[in-house]
Nanobody, 125 residues
Framework: QVQVAESGGGLVQDGGSLRLSCVAS????????MAWFRQAPGKEREFVSA????????YYAESVKGRFTISRDNAKNTVYLQMNRLKPEDTAVYYC??????????????????WGQGTQVTVSS
């Protein structure tokens, strides 16, 4: 069983930055592919970014490409999401997800078996 916990959300002004962190329990973190999703009120959960178990491959939604950066530190069992140039439309609950699967469907929630509780990100205009 893998437990996932996010932190780092908060309130920031338009154009500001935040860094989210996600810690996954267990000795097999380096075998997990990790991802960030977000869900705004009244909307479906959407893919934000993903990183392969090795860290060699990263993926981004078009809406965040060039502004967000995903990274991981396997020694700390942690994945990060650096969010720059934030916009009001980035406001959402951000969820960290993990999977042992090597599926190419990294952008779909159903590819992930383990989820955190979410952290709120609010960008004010």
């Amino acid at each position: 069983q893998v437990q996932v916990a996010e932190s780092g959300g908060g309130l920031v002004q338009d154009g500001g930055s935040l860094r989210l962190s996600c810690v996954a329990s267990g000795r097999t973190f380096s075998s997990l592919a990790m991802a960030w999703f977000r869900q705004a009120p009244g909307k479906e959960r959407e893919f934000v970014s993903a990183i392969s178990w090795s860290g060699n491959s990263t993926y981004y939604a078009e809406s965040v490409k060039g502004r967000f950066t995903i990274s991981r530190d396997n020694a700390k069992n942690t994945v990060y999401l650096q969010m720059n140039r934030l916009k009001p439309e980035d406001t959402a609950v951000y969820y960290c997800a993990a999977t042992y699967s090597r599926s190419s469907s990294y952008y779909t929630p159903r590819a992930y078996s383990y989820w955190g509780q979410g952290t709120q990100v609010t960008v004010s205009s």
